[in-house]
């Protein structure tokens, strides 16, 4: 599968925003998807994921409970709302998808994860 990520830009510590991923094909279904984001400097970690219908979710802690993961698998879509957005949540943003996810599964690892998009850069400044 194909992914575009967008939705990224320059906002102010305590604002909000929300990426976009969008998926090519009509089996994204059967896809486990994750965000992950990479700091200058740093190594690409993982954000968060959600289950092939949508029904389970988990975050890093870094994130949990100011960002949320949906998705429109009727629009081939996948969200990251951010809220209340830190400084150190500055990086660029990837969302990647895996064909080998179980109905249930969730995945942590970028490894478990072949394909992913472009990336967007979020920049929260203060």
């Known amino acids: 599968v194909q992914l575009q990520a967008s939705g990224g830009g320059l906002v102010q510590a305590g604002e909000s925003l929300r990426l976009s991923c969008a998926a090519s094909?009509?089996?994204?279904?059967?896809?486990?998807v994750g965000w992950f984001r990479q700091a200058p400097g740093k190594e690409r970690e993982f954000v968060a994921a959600?289950?092939?219908?949508?029904?389970?979710?988990d975050y890093s802690d870094s994130v949990k409970d100011r960002f949320a993961i949906s998705r429109d698998n009727a629009k081939n879509m996948v969200y990251l709302q951010m809220n209340s957005l830190k400084l150190e949540d500055t990086a660029v943003y990837y969302c990647?998808?895996?064909?080998?996810?179980?109905?249930?599964?969730?995945?942590?690892?970028?490894?478990?994860?072949?394909?992913w998009g472009q990336g967007t850069l979020v920049t929260v400044s203060s």
């Open positions: 990647a998808a895996t064909a080998r996810a179980i109905l249930s599964g969730l995945y942590y690892r970028a490894t478990d994860y072949a394909d």
């Open positions: 094909g009509r089996t994204f279904s059967r896809y486990g």
């Open positions: 959600i289950n092939r219908n949508g029904n389970f979710k």
